[in-house]
Nanobody, 120 residues
Framework: QVQLVESGGGLVQTGGSLRLSCAAS????????MGWYRQAQGKQRERVAM???????DYADSVKDRFTIARDNVKNTVTLQMNSLKPEDTAVYFC??????????????WGQGTLVTVSS
């Protein structure tokens, strides 16, 4: 069973930067994508960024050109560098891993979440 450990959240002023990290431990066999979601208070969880084994990256429009996702396929770690942070980036950020169960099915695994607060 894959377990995720996140780190790097905190409080930062508008325009500042934070770096989130997530390490997957346990059976990492079949992991084909890693990424980050976030959930602001009173809002639905939304995808922030995702990176596949092959290096394909997808960003939410709201974070393009400000956030950068990176991954180490050997260590099964994923990071999210967040620059030019805005108050609307305030949320709990969740690490997410997509793991294949069969050739046609997969499961999603979530981290415990780390709070990012951007003060105005």
């Amino acid at each position: 069973q894959v377990q995720l450990v996140e780190s790097g959240g905190g409080l930062v002023q508008t325009g500042g930067s934070l770096r989130l990290s997530c390490a997957a431990s346990g059976s990492g066999f079949g992991i084909n994508a890693m990424g980050w979601y976030r959930q602001a208070q009173g809002k639905q969880r939304e995808r922030v960024a995702m990176i596949t084994n092959g290096g394909s990256i997808d960003y939410a429009d709201s974070v393009k050109d400000r956030f950068t996702i990176a991954r180490d396929n050997v260590k099964n770690t994923v990071t999210l560098q967040m620059n030019s942070l805005k108050p609307e980036d305030t949320a709990v950020y969740f690490c997410y891993v997509r793991q294949s169960i069969t050739p046609s099915a997969y499961r999603g695994i979530w981290g415990q979440g780390t709070l990012v607060t951007v003060s105005s």
